[in-house]
Protein backbone atom coordinates (compact mmCIF):
# COMPACT_ATOMS: atom_id res chain seq x y z
CA UNK A 1 0.00 0.00 0.00
CA UNK A 2 2.27 2.97 -1.37
CA UNK A 3 1.17 6.34 -0.10
CA UNK A 4 0.79 7.85 -3.74
CA UNK A 5 0.55 11.85 -3.99
CA UNK A 6 0.88 14.49 -6.43
CA UNK A 7 3.76 16.51 -6.56
CA UNK A 8 2.83 20.23 -5.16
CA UNK A 9 0.00 18.61 -2.96
CA UNK A 10 0.32 19.65 1.05
CA UNK A 11 -0.79 17.00 3.73
CA UNK A 12 -0.94 17.93 6.76
CA UNK A 13 1.21 16.41 9.57
CA UNK A 14 -1.95 14.46 10.94
CA UNK A 15 -2.01 12.49 7.74
CA UNK A 16 0.84 11.57 7.24
CA UNK A 17 1.19 9.90 10.74
CA UNK A 18 -1.82 8.22 10.04
CA UNK A 19 -0.56 6.83 6.85
CA UNK A 20 3.08 5.68 8.42
CA UNK A 21 1.20 4.35 11.40
CA UNK A 22 -0.78 2.09 8.90
CA UNK A 23 2.60 0.80 7.02
CA UNK A 24 4.03 -0.05 10.06
CA UNK A 25 1.49 -1.98 11.34
CA UNK A 26 0.70 -3.92 7.78
CA UNK A 27 4.90 -4.68 8.28
CA UNK A 28 4.37 -6.14 12.03
CA UNK A 29 1.96 -8.33 10.65
CA UNK A 30 4.49 -9.57 7.89
CA UNK A 31 6.97 -9.96 10.33
CA UNK A 32 5.15 -11.58 12.51
CA UNK A 33 4.14 -14.51 10.10
CA UNK A 34 7.44 -14.98 8.73
CA UNK A 35 8.26 -15.79 12.92
CA UNK A 36 5.17 -18.23 12.91
CA UNK A 37 2.56 -16.17 14.03
CA UNK A 38 -0.10 -16.38 11.20
CA UNK A 39 -3.09 -14.32 12.34
CA UNK A 40 -2.12 -11.13 14.24
CA UNK A 41 -5.17 -9.16 15.17
CA UNK A 42 -4.57 -5.10 13.84
CA UNK A 43 -5.14 -4.32 17.45
CA UNK A 44 -1.70 -6.38 18.39
CA UNK A 45 -0.39 -4.63 15.30
CA UNK A 46 -1.86 -1.12 15.94
CA UNK A 47 -0.61 -1.10 19.67
CA UNK A 48 2.58 -2.46 18.99
CA UNK A 49 3.29 0.61 16.27
CA UNK A 50 4.15 3.32 18.34
CA UNK A 51 6.94 0.89 19.97
CA UNK A 52 8.64 -0.38 16.79
CA UNK A 53 8.52 3.51 15.58
CA UNK A 54 10.21 4.79 18.59
CA UNK A 55 13.06 2.10 18.41
CA UNK A 56 13.68 2.55 14.33
CA UNK A 57 13.66 6.28 15.11
CA UNK A 58 16.57 5.81 17.86
CA UNK A 59 18.57 3.40 15.85
CA UNK A 60 18.81 5.89 12.36
CA UNK A 61 19.10 9.06 14.99
CA UNK A 62 22.36 7.07 16.14
CA UNK A 63 23.25 5.74 13.04
CA UNK A 64 22.99 9.82 11.68
CA UNK A 65 24.96 10.61 14.60
CA UNK A 66 27.91 8.07 13.69
CA UNK A 67 27.95 9.35 10.36
CA UNK A 68 27.92 12.76 10.83
CA UNK A 69 31.04 11.98 13.35
CA UNK A 70 32.73 9.89 10.45
CA UNK A 71 32.02 13.49 8.38
CA UNK A 72 29.66 11.74 5.83
CA UNK A 73 26.30 13.05 5.02
CA UNK A 74 24.34 9.89 4.00
CA UNK A 75 24.14 7.07 6.86
CA UNK A 76 25.69 3.77 5.62
CA UNK A 77 24.64 0.01 6.69
CA UNK A 78 27.74 0.01 9.23
CA UNK A 79 26.33 3.03 10.66
CA UNK A 80 23.04 1.24 11.47
CA UNK A 81 24.96 -1.88 12.59
CA UNK A 82 27.26 0.66 14.37
CA UNK A 83 23.74 1.84 16.17
CA UNK A 84 22.58 -1.41 16.75
CA UNK A 85 25.63 -2.63 18.19
CA UNK A 86 25.31 0.51 21.08
CA UNK A 87 21.75 -0.58 22.30
CA UNK A 88 23.09 -4.72 22.28
CA UNK A 89 21.49 -5.55 19.12
CA UNK A 90 22.58 -8.30 16.85
CA UNK A 91 24.09 -6.25 13.18
CA UNK A 92 22.47 -7.05 9.88
CA UNK A 93 24.80 -9.67 7.85
CA UNK A 94 25.12 -9.52 4.16
CA UNK A 95 24.49 -6.10 3.40
CA UNK A 96 28.13 -4.25 3.46
CA UNK A 97 28.60 -0.71 2.59
CA UNK A 98 30.21 -1.25 -0.44
CA UNK A 99 27.96 -3.67 -2.15
CA UNK A 100 25.54 -1.30 -3.56
CA UNK A 101 21.90 -1.28 -4.15
CA UNK A 102 20.18 -5.25 -3.82
CA UNK A 103 18.25 -5.66 -7.43
CA UNK A 104 14.68 -6.60 -6.66
CA UNK A 105 12.49 -7.87 -9.41
CA UNK A 106 8.39 -7.39 -8.90
CA UNK A 107 6.27 -10.18 -8.73
CA UNK A 108 4.23 -10.27 -12.03
CA UNK A 109 0.14 -9.44 -10.91
CA UNK A 110 1.39 -8.59 -7.45
CA UNK A 111 2.21 -4.81 -7.09
CA UNK A 112 3.72 -5.20 -3.75
CA UNK A 113 5.25 -8.17 -3.71
CA UNK A 114 9.25 -8.03 -4.64
CA UNK A 115 11.80 -11.24 -4.49
CA UNK A 116 15.96 -10.80 -5.40
CA UNK A 117 17.00 -12.70 -8.71
CA UNK A 118 19.36 -15.43 -7.83
CA UNK A 119 21.38 -17.90 -10.18
CA UNK A 120 20.36 -21.20 -10.55
CA UNK A 121 22.91 -23.91 -9.94
CA UNK A 122 23.24 -27.07 -11.55
CA UNK A 123 23.89 -30.17 -8.64
CA UNK A 124 26.00 -32.03 -11.03
CA UNK A 125 28.46 -28.68 -11.04
CA UNK A 126 28.79 -28.29 -7.85
CA UNK A 127 29.25 -31.94 -7.12
CA UNK A 128 32.12 -31.93 -10.09
CA UNK A 129 33.53 -28.45 -8.65
CA UNK A 130 36.83 -29.07 -6.64
CA UNK A 131 36.79 -29.12 -3.04
CA UNK A 132 38.60 -26.12 -1.04
CA UNK A 133 41.90 -27.05 1.00
CA UNK A 134 40.79 -28.01 4.39
CA UNK A 135 42.00 -25.57 7.45
CA UNK A 136 44.88 -26.09 9.52
CA UNK A 137 44.25 -27.94 12.11
CA UNK A 138 44.33 -25.54 15.52
CA UNK A 139 46.21 -26.75 18.33
CA UNK A 140 46.48 -25.33 21.99
CA UNK A 141 48.65 -26.58 24.97
CA UNK A 142 48.84 -24.56 27.68
CA UNK A 143 51.75 -25.28 30.41
CA UNK A 144 53.15 -22.67 33.26
CA UNK A 145 56.05 -21.01 32.24
CA UNK A 146 57.29 -19.78 35.14
CA UNK A 147 55.77 -21.00 38.78
CA UNK A 148 56.51 -18.34 41.79
CA UNK A 149 59.23 -16.86 39.62
CA UNK A 150 60.97 -20.31 38.86
CA UNK A 151 60.85 -21.30 35.19
CA UNK A 152 60.72 -25.45 35.40
CA UNK A 153 62.92 -27.44 33.19
CA UNK A 154 60.33 -28.94 31.05
CA UNK A 155 60.55 -28.71 26.59
CA UNK A 156 58.26 -26.82 26.11
CA UNK A 157 60.03 -23.93 28.57
CA UNK A 158 63.61 -22.73 26.81
CA UNK A 159 66.73 -23.54 28.18
CA UNK A 160 68.02 -21.32 31.43
CA UNK A 161 71.11 -19.89 30.31
CA UNK A 162 73.91 -20.87 32.37
Known sequence: MPLLVRPGTRLRRRT??????????????????????????????RALAPDVEYRLR??????????????????S??????????????????????????????????????????KELQLKDVLAAKLPRPPVAVNVVPHWLAVEGVQPVIPENPNPDP
Not at 101 to 108: C, H, I, K, L, Q
Open 16 to 45: LERAWHARVGESIKIIAQTVGIEALPDEVA
Open 58 to 75: EVIQDALKFARHSKRSAI
Open 77 to 118: TEDVNASLRLRDVEPLYGFPAGAGPVPFREVPGQPELFFQEQ
